[in-house]
């Protein structure tokens, strides 16, 4: 095993095996302690691929990130490994097919060993399920990993693997990126594919990329998954070249506007407005400037509109799955309560909801990429608190008033780049007075990832953040 495997990140751990100062075989041994040491207390990794990783390695791999060990969320389609979706209506599942971006993994030389957890069918905004059991935070267990892409960020938070899958349909990338420490970028509407199985995820809301520890992991991967596949339904604007190659270049001094307003009726937390005062303090002393600004839409609009659209989509989600089962009336023994509930209700929503649901999103995204006319970059609080206790936002509790209540207390600037389709990234700018993670979030331009990598490396060297580790490695 390699004695610093937990200090490197997956351009480090390609570069060393690239130049044979290690083997696949050495580093995955290495992931595969820190998986016996860690996931028992943290419960991220749901479904180990262990053997088939060991006999990965013992085959010639290529590619830029050959031999690194890596996770893939439990939504996302790896053939002959059950795809649980967290939830009982998938217990027995095992697609025959690699979804799109999982094959573009292997082709980079990707180790894959093992499937994370999520919430059920990536609903919340915490990793706590029925079926795969609550996902901890290695900065306090007693806390939410977030979600729904919590258990990779967990495993990347425990050193686990530098880097692992993650998707984002609502924040569920940035979420999980805040409350765990990480780099967690969102890309453009299209940017990464989501086929074969999905058009367009959550009405277009949905994207896929990764959680990691550094700037250039997030570049790197970028690299290896960006562009359409055939037959996607629509595509990013073109990006030629390499985010990696590029990424390191400082960004010009850039106009970014200060965004204090939540899209939800929660507050922002004191510790939030210190992240962003500090935030600001440090963009002005690497020669940005800084203002506050309003976004000029209605946001309730928005709010209705993009749970239709969440509704709609889970809804048929849930019903395919029902039909291939051949359950006519699913209840509590089935599905989780919060799922339960948007299933009856995207049920009862007609086309015409679904079509004007459409139109009220696309306008606020030209609303938005009005903004990036006066200004390079968005800044808010990536979360309203800390994060919060398991239990907090309860799916299956029978109140789901009280969880509607509880989410819009814990998220309120994410969601509203998924509904627009702009690439936003949260950075572990920030660190509550009791050590826990606050993410700052970025959001820039249709189609500009590179923007945002260029001023999150300028960012990581200015306030590094790679020597910050949990307690549970203490």
Not at 78 to 104: K, N, Q, T
Not at 215 to 243: E, I, K, N, Q
Request: glycine content about 10%.
């Amino acid at each position: 095993m390699l004695d610093n495997y937990e200090d490197l990140d997956a351009v480090a751990l390609a570069g060393l095996i690239s130049q044979g100062k290690t083997t696949p075989g050495e580093v995955l041994e290495s992931a595969l302690h820190q998986a016996e040491k860690y996931n028992s207390e943290i419960n991220a990794i749901v479904t180990p691929m262990y053997d088939a990783a060991r006999a990965q390695v013992n085959r010639e791999l290529t590619g830029p990130l050959a031999g690194v060990p890596f996770l893939v969320k439990d939504l996302n389609m790896v053939a002959g490994i059950r795809c649980s979706m967290g939830s009982r209506l998938w217990a027995e599942f095992v697609p025959d097919h690699d979804s799109e971006i999982v094959s573009r993994y292997r082709a980079s030389g990707l180790v894959l060993m093992g499937k994370t957890n999520t919430p059920e069918v990536g609903l919340a905004a915490t990793t706590e399920s029925v079926f795969l059991g609550d996902c901890k935070n290695p900065w306090d267990s007693g806390r939410t990993p977030g979600g729904s892409s919590g258990g990779s960020a967990a495993a990347v938070a425990a050193r686990i693997v530098p880097v692992a899958h993650a998707t984002d349909g609502g924040g569920s990338i940035r979420i999980p990126a805040s409350c765990c420490g990480l780099v967690g970028l969102k890309p453009t509407r299209a940017r990464t594919p989501l086929g074969p199985d999905v058009g367009e995820g959550w009405g277009s809301m949905a994207t896929g990329h990764v959680v990691s520890r550094t700037v250039r992991d997030s570049a790197l991967f970028l690299d290896v998954t960006h562009g359409p596949a055939s037959g996607d339904p629509y595509h990013a604007p073109m990006f030629d070249g390499s985010y990696l190659d590029h990424h390191e270049r400082e960004p010009a001094a850039l106009r970014i506007g200060i965004d204090l307003t939540p899209n939800s009726t929660g507050s922002i937390d004191a510790e939030c407005t210190a992240g962003i005062n500090a935030t600001a303090a440090l963009l002005t002393r690497l020669g940005h400037s800084v203002e506050p600004l309003e976004m000029p839409f209605d946001r309730e609009e928005l709010s209705i509109a993009t749970h239709v659209l969440v509704a709609s989509n889970v809804a048929n989600t849930v019903q395919a799955r029902l039909d291939a089962l051949g359950i006519n009336e699913p209840g509590s023994e089935h599905i989780e309560t919060n799922t339960l509930n948007l299933w009856r209700l995207g049920r009862e929503l007609s086309g015409l909801d679904y079509a004007r649901a459409i139109n009220v999103i696309h306008g606020v995204g030209r609303t938005v990429e009005g903004l990036f006319e006066r200004y390079d970059l968005i800044l808010s609080p990536t979360l309203l608190r800390p994060p919060v206790p398991l239990g907090f936002m309860n799916t299956n509790d029978g109140d789901q008033a009280n969880y509607g209540e509880r989410i819009q207390q814990f998220w309120g600037f994410t969601h509203l780049y998924n509904a627009t389709g702009h690439p936003a990234i949260s950075l572990p700018l920030h660190w509550s007075t009791d050590g826990l993670p606050v993410g700052m979030q970025f959001a820039a331009s249709f189609g500009n990832e590179l923007l945002l990598l260029q001023l999150a490396r300028q960012l990581e060297l200015a306030q590094p953040w790679i020597h910050r580790k949990p307690g549970l490695l203490d």
